[in-house]
């Protein structure tokens, strides 16, 4: 069975540009959550959706934003993208917010 | 803001020694997963504790959940070198809804 997958897998954008992260999630999991892992420290929270509604968020700016698809798969949107978004974007699927959750392999973006 | 704090931050030990990583709050989780992140990888779910007191074991590693549920540690035993890689813990508050992750414990085990 797949896993979550999550494309692309590299990304370089420059000062300013914008940047949407996609996200499938393992087939039967109604939820998805987004990460950003800064480099050295643990992963940070940004988004949870469930069946298509935003069910959690964290302290991220509005550049920040998401959707869920009638799929169940996801897209993480930055704005406006500064050096400081520099990171591994993780998304992890479960069955259900508060089931055991499952992350993909991250898509690093690098922000020059 | 319910917080996690690891430690120790970084860990090296040669093979077969044995190891405690812990992690600790201020807080009560409704629960606390433990994870292993290699490199360029996402984690992977290693336990899921739900008990204050409980125990779980998986092969070498044995997970423990403080009776407060505030705190749990892992034990490595006879460490391996593909036991090397990011330790982090993650609890959910007690609404069910927001998932907090520590900072990580770096393991590097030494052939």
């Known amino acids: 069975d797949a896993g979550v997958t999550q494309s692309p897998t590299h990304l370089i954008k420059t000062r300013g540009q914008h940047v949407t992260l996609r996200c499938s999630p393992i087939s039967g999991h109604k939820s998805v959550s987004w990460y950003q892992q800064v480099l050295g420290q643990g992963p940070q929270f940004i988004f949870q959706y469930y069946e298509k509604e935003e069910r959690g968020r964290g302290n991220f700016p509005d550049r920040f934003s998401a959707r869920q698809f009638p799929n169940y798969s996801s897209e993480l949107n930055v704005n406006a993208l500064l050096l400081g978004d520099s990171a591994l974007y993780l998304c992890a699927s479960s069955l259900s917010p508060s089931n055991e959750q499952f992350f993909g392999p991250g898509t690093r973006l690098t922000v020059l | 803001t319910q917080l996690l704090e690891q430690s120790p931050q970084f860990l090296s030990i040669q093979e077969g020694e044995n190891l405690t990583v812990y992690c600790n709050s201020s807080s009560v989780f409704s629960s606390l997963q433990w994870y292993r992140q290699e490199p360029g990888e996402g984690p992977v779910l290693l336990v899921t504790?739900?008990?204050?007191?409980e125990v779980k074991k998986l092969k070498r590693l044995t997970f423990q959940f403080g009776d407060a549920r505030k705190d749990s540690s892992l034990h490595i035993t006879a460490a391996q070198p593909g036991d090397t890689g990011l330790y982090l813990c993650?609890?959910?508050?007690?609404?069910?809804?927001?998932?907090?992750f520590g900072p990580g414990t770096r393991l590097s085990v030494l052939p």
């Open positions: 993650a609890g959910r508050d007690n609404y069910g809804q927001n998932f907090v």
């Open positions: 504790v739900v008990t204050g007191g």
